[in-house]
């Protein structure tokens, strides 16, 4: 009885050994005497016992690793690197997890393999840079390394997913020099602009000043225009008045000096009566007055005569 039971747990021991469960996500890369004979994907699967050996299991999910590296920039500065790199297994084809299970040794020399690539590949572009011009360069670079990294993982039967410089510094002193050139940039583009929008407002003001001296100019012409024509339509009709006047006392047969008499007086009458302090000497005597009065027909008739 007791011989039975071992039989039959020998058997059932057999028989479970012939199945093995592979993990979603990985893939078993089965040999058999030391040689490559066939893949194992997720589930369960059977398996020769004794014969049949897992070599290795290749994850085809996404992997990622952190660095930090140096790197010198063409006018001998030094660049202090933090990235992380994503990658992963190209496909699940044969081929590619037999070329990803046997290129190299182990994963630890995978590994430093990838890592002294990409770091030889951003110091190669970083050398033919200038610290200035590196920090705006985050893109090229990535882009460059990318390039370069793509093929050379592609012979191990991975691609590159993502890379990211998450940090790039330099040298305590270099980074003080790169803030003062940057704090003197600033300065000297707020000068300019500060210049410029002084120069704006004295030229807005200037254009101002020119302008409401031209509408004054303007309006003072016009004013004595109008003041011009004001006094000419005076003179005019003063000069008919005194036309019509005369030709009146003509008609009666009265001596025209009388206007100039009245005129005389009515000239006087003013003088003295809007007078604002100002003291006029006039000689009021008959003969001054007869002198005045025939100097004034005389006038007339000279002005009569043209």
Not at 129 to 144: M, P, S, T
Not at 190 to 201: D, F, P, R, S, V
Not at 294 to 299: F, I, L
């Amino acid at each position: 009885m007791s011989t039975s039971l071992i039989v039959i747990g020998i058997i059932v021991l057999s028989i479970v050994s012939c199945f093995t469960t592979v993990q979603q996500g990985t893939i078993t890369v089965i040999t058999m005497f030391g040689k490559y004979r066939r893949i194992l994907h997720p589930g369960l699967n059977f398996r020769i016992p004794i014969l049949e050996k897992s070599f290795s299991r290749v994850s085809i999910q996404n992997r990622a690793i952190e660095m930090e590296f140096q790197a010198i920039t063409q006018d001998q500065a030094n660049v202090y690197f933090k990235a992380m790199l994503v990658y992963a297994v190209l496909d699940a084809q044969e081929d590619t997890v037999k070329n990803v299970a046997f290129k190299f040794m182990d994963q630890r020399s995978f590994s430093q393999a990838l890592i002294r690539t990409i770091e030889g590949s951003v110091r190669g572009y970083v050398a033919t840079k200038k610290q200035a011009e590196i920090l705006l360069l985050r893109g090229e670079i990535v882009a460059d390394v990318k390039e370069s990294l793509d093929s050379t993982l592609e012979t191990w039967g991975f691609h590159l997913i993502d890379l990211q410089l998450n940090d790039i510094t330099f040298d305590a002193e270099i980074t003080t020099s790169m803030a003062k050139v940057v704090a003197s940039n600033n300065l000297k583009a707020a000068a300019e602009n500060e210049g410029q929008a002084l120069l704006i407002t004295k030229t807005k003001a200037a254009e101002a000043e020119g302008n409401a001296i031209k509408i004054s100019a303007q309006a003072e012409k016009e004013a004595s225009q109008l003041k011009g024509q004001g006094i000419a339509l005076f003179r005019e009709e003063v000069a008919k008045g005194m036309t019509e006047a005369a030709d009146k006392m003509r008609e009666a047969n009265l001596d025209t000096s009388l206007i100039m008499f009245s005129m005389w007086t009515e000239s006087i009458k003013e003088f003295a009566e809007k007078g604002k302090g100002n003291v006029i000497f006039l000689d009021g005597s008959i003969e001054n007055m007869e002198r005045t009065i025939k100097q004034m027909m005389a006038n007339d008739m000279l002005k009569k005569d043209k």
